[in-house]
């Protein structure tokens, strides 16, 4: 089951460490992002879309 685990963990590109969750100023609004500054992921509710940020160094 490890295959569908995989799915719902979402980890960082760079670092493969597991995305934390922050919260923000809108209730609606969910970023989640590692925890070492390497990749942001940011839901934008009124679109239903996902925006990712890769932060080169
Ligand atoms: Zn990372």
Redesign the pocket.
């Known amino acids: 089951m490890s295959f569908f685990k995989n799915l719902f963990v979402e980890k960082?590109?760079?670092?493969?460490?597991p995305l934390i969750s922050q919260s923000t100023a809108f209730p609606s609004q969910i970023v989640k992002s590692?925890?070492?500054?390497?990749?942001e992921k940011e839901k934008h509710p009124a679109f239903d879309i996902w925006v990712e940020t890769e932060k080169k160094e």
């Open positions: 960082c590109p760079t670092c493969q460490v590692c925890p070492n500054g390497h990749y």
